[in-house]
């Protein structure tokens, strides 16, 4: 039999035709193999945990229960009945599936659909894998198993049946309280970035660095990461230029490197997608056009860091590494400190030999979204608005013409020259990221122009600050 996959009416339940080989000893199967059965299409259950139920009589009944993690289930002897209600919330609540059993068969059963199983042989052992482990706190759904309207045709009646004193006395679905699906968690929630993602994920829970501080390890420990389905770390050590001091070595090493890569390891042991943001500081800014697979080169300490964190997103088995440059958003940045100068009546030296594109927190967030709802594959991302590159200093003329003010007002220099007697940071020159690995996954990022043409004409500060901060811009 050639190994396959088949759907069933609930959503996410997969049936699974094994290759079986016999001969005159018995059977054998290869039951889980990762690569082949990803390659017809089952999703990589990521199990960590292994469990045989024995069953003495045929008849024996369990169920029908509704475990909080994905389940992989099939025969290791006998022949069963399997059936399915989907007690998750949604449209397909109260669907169900059945299907006889035997070694040939495997159910990959998702979170919230209550399973439950019929013996037709004695002796009849089934074997299932879970992608958490058990906890004693963990909440189940149960549903009675002789409910009138899930309708399951049991081959054995349920008064001839073994079954629990406790199964028998689950209750009727009319009673049961769907089973939501897992949350987004987004953390950082006060940053720039972490309010931009407020829009596209309205349904999220946001914290920020002082709620969860993902460096403190007590706070860690005890946070609930199995109820979440996606953690997105907008959280973010970027004083480029104070990383350079011990005081800020310290902060940027920790935040930028340390707490994602305890986020990772939760990745990797609850099984949520871990979305994490990178820079182009991690490159030293040589390359005309930098790609996802650019060997890392950082010039300073908050490169550096950056770098140690996206080396150890890139361990969990789901993640997007989202690199951008350039930011822009609701808060203090390049964008509205050149506004302001601009109302002032200034006139500020910009550089003029760094060259990149801006990327909005709204185009940022954006693409956040896209990744994980299109199911994109897992792996790092290139993302920033589009068009053609800039320097710091053409961005700055744009904001002085919007605002009324000659562009020449604005005095181009390079960065030795802006750098000369001050602490600063070494910075990448280059720093124009590809962008066709993320257009090849369906987005069409906004050009750069346009969005700083609507970002100044709808700035998001409040009247008294747009006045105060911009002017007549």
């Not at 997007?320 to 500020?348: E, H, K």
Request: hydrophobic share 40%.
């Amino acid at each position: 039999m050639t190994l396959r996959i088949e759907e069933s009416p609930i959503p996410g339940l997969l049936v699974v035709r094994l290759d079986v080989k016999e001969d005159a000893r018995g059977w054998f199967k290869e039951n889980w193999q990762r690569d082949k059965l990803s390659a017809v299409g089952l999703p990589d259950l990521g199990p960590v945990q292994h469990n045989v139920a024995f069953n003495v009589r045929r008849g024996t009944t369990r169920g029908v229960h509704a475990e909080p993690w994905d389940k992989y289930v099939s025969l290791a002897s006998g022949r069963a009945f399997g059936a399915w209600v989907d007690l998750r919330e949604g449209d397909s609540f109260g669907s169900t599936f059945w299907i006889d059993l035997d070694p040939t068969v495997a159910v990959f059963v998702p979170r919230g659909v209550g399973n439950s199983y019929q013996t037709l042989e004695d002796a009849t052992s089934y074997t299932y894998l879970v992608n958490q482990h058990w906890r004693p706190d963990a909440e189940y759904l149960a549903l009675d198993l002789a409910d009138r309207t899930a309708a399951i045709p049991w081959p054995v009646p349920l008064a001839e049946a073994e079954v629990s004193d406790k199964d028998r006395s689950n209750p009727p679905l009319v009673a049961v309280a769907p089973m939501r699906p897992k949350k987004v968690l987004v953390i950082g929630a006060n940053g720039q970035l972490g309010r931009a993602l407020r829009h596209d994920f309205p349904d999220a829970e946001f914290v920020s660095v002082d709620q969860l501080d993902i460096t403190d390890g007590d706070r860690v420990a005890t946070w609930p990461w199995h109820e979440y389905a996606v953690v997105i770390n907008a959280a973010a050590y970027t004083a480029v230029d104070d990383a350079e001091a011990p005081e800020g070595r310290v902060a940027s090493w920790g935040t930028n490197a340390q707490g994602p890569a305890t986020l990772a390891r939760l990745a990797t042991e609850h099984g949520f997608t871990l979305a994490h943001y990178s820079s182009d500081y991690v490159f030293d800014g040589t390359g005309e056009e930098l790609s996802e697979s650019d060997p890392y080169s950082p010039l300073g300490v908050y490169g550096q860091s950056k770098a140690a964190g996206d080396l150890a997103v890139a361990t969990a088995p789901r993640h997007y590494l989202i690199r951008t440059s350039w930011l822009v958003g609701d808060g203090p940045n390049f964008v509205r400190t050149m506004a302001s100068l601009a109302a002032r009546g200034a006139s500020p030296s910009v550089v003029d030999d760094q060259t990149g594109r801006l990327t909005f927190t709204s185009e940022l967030s954006r693409a956040t979204r896209h990744l994980i709802e299109s199911g994109a594959s897992y792996g790092t991302y290139n993302v920033s608005n589009s068009g053609p590159a800039t320097t710091w200093a053409d961005v700055a003329k744009a904001v002085f013409r919007h605002c009324g003010r000659d562009e020449d007002d604005v005095r181009p220099v390079s960065t030795a020259e802006y750098a000369a007697g001050k602490q600063q940071a070494p910075r990448p020159r280059k720093s124009v990221l590809s962008l066709a690995k993320l257009e090849a996954t369906g987005f069409r990022p906004e050009p750069a122009g346009d969005a700083l043409a609507r970002y100044l004409a709808t700035a998001t500060a409040t009247a008294e600050e747009h006045k105060r901060e911009v002017g007549k811009c």
